[in-house]
T-cell receptor, first 114, second 113 residues
């Protein structure tokens, strides 16, 4: 069964460093998403992406964040200058079409900012 | 605003039924979802219900939707130890253009012998 994959599973970085989290969505899906879950808190929407552009972003998704689909298979989330409060589990998701709206999630990348 | 509320913890005996409840605020939501998260794992889509339905059954899972009260429930029949996990309710509000999921805080289900 097709699945969303994410790498790395765990990333440790120093405050102020740039990180890139990688995702490979399900191959025939057209809509891509990033969510995050701070330990003990709700899963929060960050951004959605379609047709090579952001379709919606939350207040959390400020100028420190960017997303990219560098090729036909990868979808990345870049955090330019990490802060302690960026420590969280980051989930990538994809969906086939907007109307079906069923989002399939990857296993997540745990980001630890020291 | 958009909000989804769930009780935080539920403990059941193996073999009994579990009922996890959720309330949501956005009546425009077209789809409502249940996701399962096992320890250290990602979010696994369990089931979803379209807003014009009252009930959906899928093997041991039954989803009930009360649109008037904006109440969603997930019933797990014959609960097993493998069902121990956190269960998240989620909605897709119209204001989000169906682009984003709004999650509840999750209900931790503990199944004991």
């Amino acid at each position: 069964e097709p699945e969303v994959t994410q790498t790395p599973s765990h990333q440790v970085t120093q405050m102020g460093q740039e990180v890139i989290l990688r995702c490979v969505p399900i191959s025939n899906h057209l809509y891509f998403y990033w969510y995050r879950q701070i330990l003990g808190q709700k899963v929060e929407f960050l951004v959605s992406f379609y047709n090579n552009e952001i379709s919606e972003k939350s207040e959390i998704f400020d100028d420190q964040f960017s997303v990219e689909r560098p090729d036909g298979s990868n979808f990345t989330l870049k955090i330019r200058s990490t802060k302690l409060e960026d420590s969280a589990m980051y989930f990538c998701a994809s969906s086939e079409a907007l109307e079906s709206d069923t989002q399939y999630f990857g296993p997540g990348t745990r980001l630890t900012v020291l | 605003g958009e909000d989804v509320e769930q009780s935080l913890f539920l403990s059941v005996r193996e073999g009994d039924s579990s009922v996890i409840n959720c309330t949501y605020t956005d009546s425009s939501s077209t789809y409502l979802y249940w996701y399962k998260q096992e320890p250290g794992a990602g979010l696994q889509l369990l089931t979803y219900i379209f807003s014009n339905m009252d009930m959906k059954q899928d093997q041991r899972l039954t989803v009930l939707l009360n649109k008037k009260d904006k109440h969603l429930s997930l019933r797990i029949a014959d609960t097993q130890t493998g069902d121990s996990a956190i269960y998240f309710c989620a909605e897709t509000p119209l204001s989000g253009g169906y682009n984003k999921l709004i999650f509840g805080a999750g209900t931790r289900l503990a199944v004991h012998p």
